[in-house]
Every structure is written in structure tokens, then in C-alpha cells.
């Protein structure tokens, strides 16, 4: 059973929805889906399940609360409520063949960064999806931030004063919470917007952690229980009303060469990856980016990521904060 759920913000206080086009379903006494998820692990009970026993008939009209044309506000579909600081926002590359090309034309002069990510990239192909039961060979991790970095849907990507560059990618991202026993859970997945500084790491490929750390998009669903073998996507660049790049992309496990669980058994197996009640969104890598087309996104620029199965395709304007960058200067106590 999959269900697709929402997180809504109003001035009168937050709640979650099932989405039942063209229909948002409200449900009763959870303001959270981090409360739904933790109180369906105390009942050990399916999350599905959980989740339709608690939808009510009171329902909101989805098409104006998507345009942003309503009091009821989406917000990401996952978070913790109560601490961003306990969310940890992170990804795997390098794990479709796409990501491997894109990344090559990035660091074409440059042959030793090339084979550095080229060699990771074949250690993938060869051991990054082992038989059940083994573990296979890690994968490229990257750390994006904490809660405070997630954006959801309508809301701006930021290029900073001191970044060289921002740009799309398009994935879809896991959502887990750490059960109290201290066991990895996985809640759903949604669409993901990865979006990294490429012109910053095309510099030099050890740049690649500071790249990421920047503002990324999630939502606006949480689809539970999803289908994620070979799933179709889109990708779509608007500058005004005009097209300014596309590309059809397909994601999920048969096109990836790390499995699934492959990519979460590295990520829990830190132990401090493993707190109970922290959150974890992880983005699973691109197919494709349009940085690798040589496409440069300006202020204003509307980034659109759709792939089936994953509800409502999620948009963001890209915000370019100009410079120069301020100095940061630290305190001494």
C-alpha cells in the first residue's frame, strides 16, 4: 500500500494531509509527519495503514495551496519540529551512469581529478551491489547540512555572495527516522532538488564538499512505500516563460550501480548516524545536470523536477544574492 502525504503550514497552526486528487485529506491529531512516523513505530503498525486510519473527511482543494495561492502553505514533507538541528541533510554521488558522464566533462583538463571520480565510479559498477546479506563498496557521501538548509516547494535556492555558481539536481531523496531502539527506519522518499555550487567544484574536485553545502529542495510529497526500481523523470529550466534547457532522466535501483541497500547501509553504519529521534533526509544521486550541458542558471531561473510515482512536481526560483561576500569574523571569549 503507498500513500502520499503533505505537510501544511496556516496561521492557525500546522498539519499533514493524505493527497487524494485533486483533494488534500487532513489528518486527525498529528501536526507532523515526524510525530505520525514515531507514534505508527510505538503502535507497530505500517505506515500506510497508520496513516489512512487517521485521514479524515475534512479536505483542502490542492491546486491553490501548490500555486502558493492560498493560506495554507506547503511546507517540506519532512522535518523535525522541534530541532532542524537533528535533521541531517546529506547524498550519495556518482551513482548512475549519467551523474559518472556529467562529472567526467566537468574535470575533462583536469586527468587526475577525472580518474579519482572515474575510478569510484567503477568500483560501484563492479561492488556496489552486492549479494543480501554482504556489504558492498561505499559509495561517494557528501554532507549538504542540517534542517535549516531544506526548502520546500515555491520557495528559492540560493546562490550565496561567496558562491561561483548554482545549479539543479534533479533525485529523489530517502526520508528516515531513527527509531528509539536505535535502528534506521525508513519513512518514505520525495523529489529532491541537490543543488551544488558545480562551478566551484569544476575549480578543483576537492572543492566538492564545500559545494554542497548550500540551500536543496525536497517535497512537496512524502510518498511511502513507492516504487523505486526504474522510475521516468523530467527535468525542466524556465527563464521567463521560455524553455531554457530540458531532459528526460530516469532514476531508481536498475539504472544505479550501488543498491539501495547498499547506500543505507553506509550511511547508519556511523554510529552517531544512529541517534534515536534524529531525522535523515539523503538525496540519491542525479542522472543528469545541466551544468554538464555548459547551462549557467541566472536570478530568477525556475527550476521543475518531476519523476512518476512522486506526486506533484516540485519547483523552485533560483535567488542570487549578490556580493562581495562578508568577511566572517570570529569572536574570541
Known sequence: MTARLVQLDHPAGRR???????????????????????????????LAEWIAEHATDEALAYDDIYAGKSEW?????????????????????????????????MHEAKESE?????????????????PAGQVGVAPEWFYKGNGTVLRAHLEPLVVPPYGEDGGEEAEIAGVYIV?????????????????????????????????KIRTCAIGPELVVNPEFNSVPGRVVLLRGDAELWSKDIRTGEAGMCHSLQNIEHHHFKFETHRRPGDVHVHYFGACSISFGAGVQLKDGDLMRVHFEGFGRPLCNPVRVVPGPANLISVRVI
Request: include cysteine; charge should be positive.
Open 179 to 211: 527509531a528509539p531502539d536505535g535502528r534506521p527506519c525508513r519513512v518514505g522518499m520525495c523529489l529532491g532538488n541537490e543543488f551544488s555550487d558545480h562551478k566551484f567544484e569544476k575549480n578543483n574536485y576537492l572543492n566538492l564538499a564545500g559545494s
Open 16 to 46: 499533514v494531509a493524505l493527497v487524494d486528487e485533486p483533494r488534500l485529506r487532513l489528518l486527525r491529531r498529528f501536526t507532523s509527519v515526524y510525530e505520525l512516523a514515531l507514534a505508527a513505530l510505538e503502535a507497530n503498525r505500517p
Open 114 to 130: 577525472l580518474t579519482d571520480s572515474m575510478k569510484m565510479f567503477r568500483w560501484g559498477l563492479e561492488r556496489g551491489r552486492p
Open 73 to 105: 502553505r506547503l511546507l517540506t514533507p519532512v522535518d523535525h519540529p522541534a530541532e532542524p538541528a537533528r535533521c541531517l541533510v546529506s547524498g550519495t554521488g556518482l551513482t548512475h551512469l549519467g551523474s559518472a558522464q556529467d562529472r567526467s566533462a
